[in-house]
T-cell receptor, first 114, second 117 residues
Framework: KAGVTQTPRYLIKTRGQQVTLSCSPI?????VSWYQQTPGQGLQFLFE???????NKGNFPGRFSGRQFSNSRSEMNVSTLELGDSALYLC?????????????FGPGTRLTVL | AQKITQTQPGMFVQEKEAVTLDCTYD???????LFWYKQPSSGEMIFLIY??????QNATEGRYSLNFQKARKSANLVISASQLGDSAMYFC??????????????FGTGTRLQVFP
């Protein structure tokens, strides 16, 4: 079974631009979560989606948004990029996102904002 | 609020030796799940092992075992017979509000393990 895939793997943008990252979960998984990883803040939860509905959201500004499609694929969008948005963005999927479910992570998208 | 603490920023171990990576947690929820992930320099988070708060036995997965001490709120990862490929960052994580429908994981700051020949 294929794992979680994320595209693109690397991105370079400039301040003020916007960016869209994509995540395809493991087949059959309905829950998708996003995390931001930086050297200073570590791993921080962005949001999670289940059955096309945002179920939980982390403490990030409104410039960060996401959505999930009917096939469970998810996208996250960051508008008006800032230098501090440079990070590794990790997507994870699980079957239903609760209980003993294990989250499986993708390879991440490394975003650099210049 | 839930919190994960990993006090070892870095650890060194010789190949074929065992190593223990520490993790303590704090939660008021009686039901919770604890996870360990490995992150090589490539960036991908690789799931290693899971322990539920009501599990009677310590979890084991191949060379990985979890030393779960509920009263002490610790969930240490033990890697037996270390290999050079085990060199990576290791993260302990907890699922918040285990009792409810959420997939949110709280992560510790990680431990960088280096295995030398």
């Amino acid at each position: 079974k294929a794992g979680v895939t994320q595209t693109p793997r690397y991105l370079i943008k400039t301040r003020g631009q916007q960016v869209t990252l994509s995540c395809s979960p493991i087949s059959g998984h309905r829950s998708v979560s996003w995390y931001q990883q930086t050297p200073g803040q570590g791993l921080q939860f962005l949001f999670e989606y289940f059955s096309e509905t945002q179920r939980n959201k982390g403490n990030f500004p409104g410039r960060f948004s996401g959505r999930q499609f009917s096939n469970s694929r998810s996208e996250m969008n960051v508008s008006t990029l800032e230098l501090g948005d440079s990070a590794l963005y990790l997507c994870a999927s699980s079957l239903v996102g609760s209980g003993t479910d294990t989250q499986y992570f993708g390879p991440g998208t490394r975003l650099t904002v210049l | 609020a839930q919190k994960i603490t990993q006090t070892q920023p870095g650890m060194f171990v010789q190949e074929k030796e065992a190593v223990t990576l520490d993790c303590t947690y704090d939660t008021s929820d009686p039901s919770y799940g604890l996870f360990w992930y490995k992150q090589p320099s490539s960036g991908e988070m690789i799931f290693l092992i899971y322990q539920g708060s009501y599990d009677q036995q310590n979890a084991t997965e191949g060379r990985y075992s979890l030393n779960f001490q509920k009263a002490r709120k610790s969930a240490n990862l033990v890697i037996s017979a270390s290999q050079l490929g085990d060199s990576a960052m290791y993260f302990c994580a907890m699922r918040e509000a285990y009792s409810y429908n959420t997939d949110k994981l709280i992560f510790g700051t990680g431990t960088r393990l280096q295995v030398f020949p």
